[in-house]
Every structure is written in structure tokens, then in C-alpha cells.
């Protein structure tokens, strides 16, 4: 059974850059499209970003276009957020799962604060 977890957060200034990870373990890895999510406080868990299998197309929500970039190392079961130019805004806890998610494989996140 697969299952991914999240490791990279921390605590940064705002313009600082935090790159996140999430590593796949199990019986294999997933060969579909993976995304990262976060829910900040007091709201709702939202995408981020993502990227396919194959060709590795990316796609990003608007407020992070340009700051962060998705990438996957299949060798590694790995996918990647490299976060560039933090925002308060960008504070909460993230999250990686396929894309549409799957309940089975969501996981403890990990805490991205950005102080002003």
C-alpha cells in the first residue's frame, strides 16, 4: 500500500524559500498525476499545484504562479514544491496526494509558517 509523506517545512521571512518534499513508499509508486494542497487556518484545504506521469506538465493556482515550481524525480518516488518569494499568505499546512486526491492517502502535512 502506498502512502506519501511531506517533510521540508519550517519557519521563514517573508521573500525567503522553503523546498518541500513527498516521498512515495510502499508496493509502487504512483503513476499518475501528483499535487500538492495546503489548508491554512481557518480555511478550507485548497490545490496548489501539480504534476503529471509522463510528459510532467505542471499547473499551478493563481496566487502561486511564478513563486513556486512543481517537479517529480521517479527514480526517487519523490515530488518537490520549491517555494520561492513566500507570503504571509502562504502560511499553512501542506499537503501532497494524487490528483483527483484520494482520502486513503492523505497524510500529516508539514507546517510552512511565513512571518512578515
Known amino acids: 500500500q502506498v502512502q506519501l509523506v511531506e517533510s521540508g517545512g519550517g519557519s521563514v521571512q517573508a521573500g525567503g524559500s522553503l523546498r518541500l518534499s513527498c516521498a512515495a513508499s510502499g508496493r509502487t509508486f504512483i503513476t499518475n498525476t501528483v499535487a500538492w494542497f495546503r489548508r491554512a487556518p481557518g480555511k478550507e484545504r485548497e490545490f496548489v499545484a501539480a504534476?503529471?506521469?509522463?510528459?510532467?506538465?505542471?499547473s499551478y493556482t493563481d496566487s502561486v504562479k511564478g513563486r513556486f515550481t512543481i517537479s517529480r524525480d521517479n527514480a526517487k518516488n519523490t515530488v518537490y514544491l520549491q517555494m520561492n518569494s513566500l507570503k504571509p499568505e502562504d502560511t499553512a499546512v501542506y499537503y501532497c496526494?494524487?490528483?483527483?486526491?484520494?482520502?486513503?492517502?492523505w497524510g500529516q502535512g508539514t507546517q510552512v509558517t511565513v512571518s512578515s
Open positions: 496526494n494524487t490528483s483527483p486526491a484520494s482520502e486513503k492517502l
Open positions: 504534476v503529471t506521469w509522463g510528459l510532467s506538465r505542471t
